[in-house]
């Protein structure tokens, strides 16, 4: 009994701040961040004030994490790819990776911050630590394994992993950001995502010595 109270509370805890984001990404998307209110996420959500208070004191924690959450890849976690194959690597996470940036809110949102944070001091001070995102922290850790198992060369893995990320998202998200009705098909998503591998793959992949004996 002991041990599975705090599992309980823990399980409480995880499902309101759940509704809490849920609650906040709707009125955010539909108020914008000066017409919403704590008072009103924390009605529309089901929890009391204090509850809200508790897991974000101000607005502007409570707006970074809901664009946070939205960046989460519909499978939960990306797990890192095993290394060997730099190529299907780079793949699995490009597709991960695309895939959070054609979920719909994901454009509302960015639209929301890109639009909103210059009007708000306590927005322009948030980071948007957008390296917490599973697809990207995966890419970080997968480049890195690749390097260190002398499959991949590289000058900084951060370096390399924000030109993925920036060659997928110029084809399959900025497009979409900007232009009313802009739409891609799965194929074209999926060359996408394969044009930015073999990019990679080209620049930073290591090539076995040809004459080393089979």
Request: aromatic share 8%.
């Amino acid at each position: 009994m002991t041990r599975e109270l705090p599992e309980y509370h823990q399980r409480v805890a995880d499902e309101n701040r759940a509704a809490v984001l849920a609650a906040a990404e709707a009125l955010f998307l539909e108020s914008g961040y000066d017409r919403t209110s704590l008072a009103r996420v924390a009605e529309n959500a089901g929890v009391s004030r204090a509850t809200l208070f508790k897991q974000f004191p101000t607005k502007a924690l409570l707006f970074e994490a809901t664009v946070l959450a939205v960046g989460q890849s519909p499978g939960g976690t990306v797990p890192v790819p095993p290394t060997g194959d730099l190529s299907a690597g780079l793949l699995a996470l490009g597709r991960a990776y695309a895939d959070v940036l054609l979920q719909p809110r994901t454009a509302g949102l960015i639209r929301l911050v890109i639009a909103e944070a210059p009007r708000f001091a306590e927005l322009r001070e948030r980071t948007f630590d957008f390296g917490t995102l599973p697809a990207l922290a995966a890419l970080g850790s997968y480049l890195r394994a690749e390097q260190d198992a002398g499959r991949a060369h590289m000058e900084s893995p951060g370096i390399a992993s924000a030109q993925f990320l920036g060659m997928i998202a110029s084809a399959v998200f900025w497009p979409r950001l900007v232009h009313a009705g802009w739409s891609i098909t799965e194929e074209e998503q999926q060359r996408a995502v394969e044009e930015a591998v073999t990019t990679m793959v080209a620049r930073y992949g290591v090539q076995p010595d040809a004459r080393t004996p089979a």
